[in-house]
């Protein structure tokens, strides 16, 4: 029962970031401990905050202390490993406790301030409430006198089935009043249930016996030591597309749970948790929890609270689900851990590889990342006998990887073809639509056209508020900047800078789909992009239409070229590629090779060959002639002399501070002085390997109106490192800097922030 607690409160600065110190009333000392969310009065007027407990009985610095206005039940308290979390972000990523706190439990689970009934106290409130929906089951025998309805019949065969909500009831076309009329006459019982705590009720249980091919079985045999010792292990399941790493993993979840143990599975992006949702809930059935971003804040809620309250054994979701309030794990699986969707854009900047390394660590669990691609950094661990390396070499089922075609565009324009689709890509489409069979096309760039160029002065019309070019959005009839989501509706027809003719030029997914739905009127066409997936759920409604053949070329973004399983597909093509082999940022080309790689995976996975055509104006390019020729380990010792030769990642740490604010001179002078202070401090550490560039301004140098400026630190991302950078921090705070520009810091960054 402590007496006094130290409480990290919310909205406080880097240099503020510390422990208060408040009192604790007699009343509220039994539901005090570390890591309960608490209300306190802060500042010179005592303005009520929200804060969290992070130590119990601390010495107080002066004798008048402030008492907590209100402390949040127990269900609200972080567990002890969580809690734990939010010192480790604190420590490694530079953010604020509260920052951490609040990446730590999901919007649903946390609290807000409020005042009581009397409209003066303060006291906290959930931002959600738990909400709850009729259930209804069979419990007595519907008397045929009177005469029952047809709706009646039809409610109590339902029901017969076993239980159902008043939601599956209505969709079967029987009202709350016949429900009402059968619980009255004592044939149904009525009880109140967690809405939407089983989101994936429908996917039928199989628990089929998972039967792995011989490579597969010694992979599996290979990382079984590693999953059965009680210390943490770290291994990389390397296998070539199509080659059954999910059996493995099924395998080893199995395993896990008859250990006594729980799993977590994180995959990149929402696109592709519903095919592995599918796999976990058809084997492991309704102990499957789920958490990432498109659900809605009620579902994730209720997912926590299952998780926390000990219903799930497994958690599959995107990078969030790594902060799952999951005990005694065992197992923690990264899927395509290659992909960039793993390391955060704000703040905490955590990539969940290190937070998962860190709670295999201190559940004693076996960290397993898989990929066909590998990032150079895990595949260099690897061989360099810091992680476990276990390989996939065949396909499942013996087939073989893909035929590739490379496509020179500059060719096919010459031959008179003026369309972003090649003549090869639209034979082979053919074929491959008169054979029954389906097409997945890779463009990532959503939109119709993508940028408007003036005919006269040949400007690029950019975003009012940002320095990229906006995007032309056919379906809209707008320019759309997809940075701060600026739109002008309608498009100007002429130049604001010169009043000349505006050409529309580029090719996104809707000008694909428009051309695809030209050449092959009879074909059904699936867009997948952002602006196509955004209604709830319709990643998994679209990809299960796809899987029932209602369509038979889908289009796509990134979203479209990982993870994805479909039996039928045997052509793949690569449209408009070559904008990425350009890209800045040292990961450009293991960006590429990754993507393509990948997407060339998606065809052929049963009994029929694949094929895949990539189109380029580089046919030349060894990146994509390794991609085409599926060959990682070729790329990996090209990419990795580059690295060492320009003393990038896995060689040294990259961290990245990026400062911004509406005024660019004082953005600039402001990223000059954090320089400075962090040269001085250097100085005193002579023996400390750092390397400094910059400041200069981003690679996009505005965003939403804020000028954006960035200095780049190539050195050992260890904790002297760390601590220099939180002392520059800590300097940068008290010359109130912060007003000029606001600072980030990005230790996972591929070099801009």
Same mark, same amino acid.
């Given at each position: 029962?402590?007496?006094?607690?130290?409480?990290?409160?919310?909205?406080?600065?880097?240099?503020?970031?510390?422990?208060?110190?408040?009192?604790?009333?007699?009343?509220?000392?039994?539901?005090?401990?570390?890591?309960?969310?608490?209300?306190?009065?802060?500042?010179?007027?005592?303005?009520?905050?929200?804060?969290?407990?992070?130590?119990?009985?601390?010495?107080?610095?002066?004798?008048?202390?402030?008492?907590?206005?209100?402390?949040?039940?127990?269900?609200?308290?972080?567990?002890?490993?969580?809690?734990?979390?939010?010192?480790?972000?604190?420590?490694?990523?530079?953010?604020?406790?509260?920052?951490?706190?609040?990446?730590?439990?999901?919007?649903?689970?946390?609290?807000?301030?409020?005042?009581?009934?009397?409209?003066?106290?303060?006291?906290?409130?959930?931002?959600?409430?738990?909400?709850?929906?009729?259930?209804?089951?069979?419990?007595?025998?519907?008397?045929? !006198?009177?005469?029952?309805?047809?709706?009646?019949?039809?409610?109590?065969?339902?029901?017969?089935?076993?239980?159902?909500?008043?939601?599956?009831?209505?969709?079967?076309?029987?009202?709350?009043?016949?429900?009402?009329?059968?619980?009255?006459?004592?044939?149904?019982?009525?009880?109140?249930?967690?809405?939407?705590?089983?989101?994936?009720?429908?996917?039928?249980?199989?628990?089929?016996?998972?039967?792995?091919?011989?490579?597969?079985?010694?992979?599996?045999?290979?990382?079984?030591?590693?999953?059965?010792?009680?210390?943490?292990?770290?291994?990389?399941?390397?296998?070539?597309?199509?080659?059954?790493?999910?059996?493995?993993?099924? !395998?080893?979840?199995?395993?896990?749970?008859?250990?006594?143990?729980?799993?977590?599975?994180?995959?990149?992006?929402?696109?592709?948790?519903?095919?592995?949702?599918?796999?976990?809930?058809?084997?492991?059935?309704?102990?499957?929890?789920?958490?990432?971003?498109?659900?809605?804040?009620?579902?994730?809620?209720?997912?926590?609270?299952?998780?926390?309250?000990?219903?799930?054994?497994?958690?599959?979701?995107?990078?969030?689900?790594?902060?799952?309030?999951?005990?005694?794990?065992?197992?923690?699986?990264?899927?395509?851990?290659?992909?960039?969707?793993?390391?955060?854009?704000?703040?905490?900047?955590?990539?969940?590889?290190?937070?998962?390394?860190?709670?295999?660590?201190?559940?004693?669990?076996?960290?397993?990342?898989?990929?066909?691609?590998?990032?150079?950094?895990?595949?260099?661990?690897?061989?360099?006998?810091?992680?476990?390396?276990?390989?996939?070499?065949?396909?499942?089922?013996?087939?073989?990887?893909?035929?590739?075609?490379?496509?020179?565009?500059?060719?096919?324009?010459?031959?008179?073809?003026?369309?972003?689709?090649?003549?090869?890509?639209?034979?082979?489409?053919?074929?491959?639509?008169?054979?029954?069979?389906?097409?997945?096309?890779?463009?990532?760039?959503?939109?119709?056209?993508?940028?408007?160029?003036?005919?006269?002065?040949?400007?690029?019309?950019?975003?009012?508020?940002?320095?990229?070019?906006?995007?032309?959005?056919?379906?809209?009839?707008?320019?759309?900047?997809?940075?701060?989501?600026?739109?002008?509706?309608?498009?100007?027809?002429?130049?604001?800078?010169?009043?000349?003719?505006?050409?529309?030029?580029?090719?996104?997914?809707?000008?694909?789909?428009?051309?695809?739905?030209?050449?092959?009127?009879?074909?059904?066409?699936?867009?997948?992009?952002?602006?196509?997936?955004?209604? !709830?759920?319709?990643?998994?409604?679209?990809?299960?239409?796809?899987?029932?053949?209602?369509?038979?070329?889908?289009?796509?973004?990134?979203?479209?070229?990982?993870?994805?399983?479909?039996?039928?597909?045997?052509?793949?093509?690569?449209?408009?590629?070559?904008?990425?082999?350009?890209?800045?940022?040292?990961?450009?080309?293991?960006?590429?090779?990754?993507?393509?790689?990948?997407?060339?995976?998606?065809?052929?996975?049963?009994?029929?060959?694949?094929?895949?055509?990539?189109?380029?104006?580089?046919?030349?390019?060894?990146?994509?002639?390794?991609?085409?020729?599926?060959?990682?380990?070729?790329?990996?010792?090209?990419?990795?002399?580059?690295? !060492?030769?320009?003393?990038?990642?896995?060689?040294?740490?990259?961290?990245?501070?990026?400062?911004?604010?509406?005024?660019?001179?004082?953005?600039?002078?402001?990223?000059?002085?954090?320089?400075?202070?962090?040269?001085?401090?250097?100085?005193?550490?002579?023996?400390?390997?750092?390397?400094?560039?910059?400041?200069?301004?981003?690679?996009?140098?505005?965003?939403?109106?804020?000028?954006?400026?960035?200095?780049?630190?190539?050195?050992?991302?260890?904790?002297?490192?760390?601590?220099?950078?939180?002392?520059?921090?800590?300097?940068?705070?008290?010359?109130?800097?912060?007003?000029?520009?606001?600072?980030?810091?990005?230790?996972?960054?591929?070099?801009?922030?």
């Amino acid at each position: 029962m402590p007496k006094t607690v130290g409480v990290a409160v919310s909205n406080a600065t880097f240099h503020f970031d510390k422990l208060y110190t408040y009192a604790v009333m007699p009343d509220q000392q039994e539901a005090v401990r570390l890591g309960s969310m608490v209300l306190v009065p802060f500042g010179r007027g005592s303005k009520a905050r929200m804060g969290v407990v992070l130590a119990c009985d601390e010495e107080p610095e002066h004798a008048k202390l402030k008492y907590l206005f209100d402390v949040a039940p127990a269900s609200a308290c972080l567990t002890p490993e969580l809690l734990r979390l939010v010192h480790f972000l604190k420590e490694r990523t530079f953010c604020t406790y509260y920052e951490a706190v609040k990446a730590v439990i999901p919007y649903g689970a946390q609290y807000k301030p409020a005042l009581a009934a009397d409209g003066v106290t303060p006291v906290l409130q959930k931002q959600l409430t738990r909400h709850t929906e009729n259930c209804y089951k069979l419990v007595g025998i519907l008397q045929q !006198k009177p005469k029952p309805t047809a709706k009646q019949l039809a409610a109590v065969a339902l029901l017969g089935g076993g239980e159902r909500t008043q939601n599956e009831m209505e969709a079967h076309g029987i009202s709350r009043a016949v429900l009402d009329n059968l619980c009255a006459k004592g044939v149904v019982e009525c009880s109140k249930v967690n809405k939407s705590i089983d989101l994936y009720s429908s996917i039928p249980l199989k628990n089929e016996p998972i039967r792995l091919t011989a490579e597969q079985q010694a992979a599996f045999d290979a990382l079984l030591p590693g999953l059965e010792d009680a210390a943490p292990h770290s291994a990389l399941l390397y296998g070539v597309t199509g080659s059954g790493k999910t059996l493995v993993f099924l !395998k080893l979840i199995e395993r896990c749970l008859a250990l006594g143990r729980r799993a977590l599975v994180l995959v990149p992006e929402i696109s592709l948790t519903p095919q592995m949702i599918l796999r976990l809930k058809g084997q492991f059935g309704r102990r499957v929890a789920v958490q990432h971003s498109a659900l809605n804040h009620t579902e994730r809620l209720l997912q926590w609270q299952m998780i926390q309250d000990g219903g799930a054994d497994i958690v599959v979701g995107t990078r969030s689900a790594i902060f799952a309030p999951l005990e005694n794990i065992g197992l923690i699986i990264i899927d395509e851990e290659q992909e960039h969707t793993y390391r955060s854009e704000s703040s905490p900047r955590y990539a969940a590889h290190e937070v998962a390394r860190q709670r295999a660590a201190e559940n004693g669990a076996l960290l397993l990342l898989a990929s066909a691609t590998p990032s150079t950094e895990s595949f260099y661990a690897a061989r360099q006998g810091r992680t476990q390396l276990v390989r996939l070499t065949q396909r499942y089922g013996g087939n073989p990887l893909p035929s590739v075609k490379i496509v020179d565009m500059r060719a096919e324009l010459a031959a008179g073809n003026p369309r972003e689709i090649s003549l090869a890509m639209e034979d082979a489409i053919r074929r491959n639509l008169d054979a029954g069979k389906q097409t997945i096309l890779l463009l990532n760039r959503r939109g119709y056209q993508t940028m408007a160029q003036c005919d006269d002065c040949r400007e690029v019309l950019k975003c009012p508020k940002c320095s990229v070019p906006m995007v032309y959005h056919k379906a809209g009839h707008k320019l759309l900047c997809h940075y701060c989501g600026t739109q002008l509706d309608p498009p100007p027809k002429t130049c604001p800078a010169c009043g000349g003719k505006l050409l529309y030029r580029g090719f996104g997914t809707q000008k694909a789909e428009e051309e695809l739905a030209e050449l092959f009127p009879e074909a059904r066409v699936l867009r997948m992009d952002q602006d196509s997936t955004a209604a !709830k759920d319709a990643h998994e409604k679209l990809l299960a239409k796809f899987a029932r053949h209602e369509y038979d070329i889908m289009v796509g973004t990134q979203m479209v070229a990982k993870g994805l399983d479909f039996e039928d597909v045997t052509l793949v093509g690569v449209l408009g590629i070559d904008s990425l082999l350009f890209a800045q940022g040292f990961r450009a080309y293991e960006t590429v090779f990754s993507l393509i790689t990948q997407v060339v995976g998606r065809s052929g996975r049963a009994k029929a060959p694949g094929f895949a055509i990539i189109q380029t104006t580089d046919p030349d390019n060894p990146v994509l002639n390794l991609a085409a020729a599926q060959d990682y380990d070729a790329f990996f010792e090209q990419e990795i002399a580059y690295r !060492k030769l320009g003393l990038y990642p896995p060689f040294c740490g990259l961290c990245v501070v990026g400062f911004s604010g509406p005024k660019e001179i004082e953005v600039a002078r402001a990223a000059a002085r954090f320089a400075a202070l962090l040269g001085r401090q250097a100085a005193q550490q002579p023996d400390l390997p750092l390397r400094v560039l910059g400041p200069t301004p981003g690679n996009i140098e505005k965003i939403n109106e804020n000028y954006r400026y960035k200095l780049t630190i190539k050195c050992r991302a260890d904790k002297r490192f760390r601590d220099l950078v939180r002392q520059t921090l800590g300097l940068y705070e008290q010359e109130k800097l912060p007003a000029k520009a606001t600072v980030a810091v990005d230790m996972h960054s591929d070099g801009d922030i």
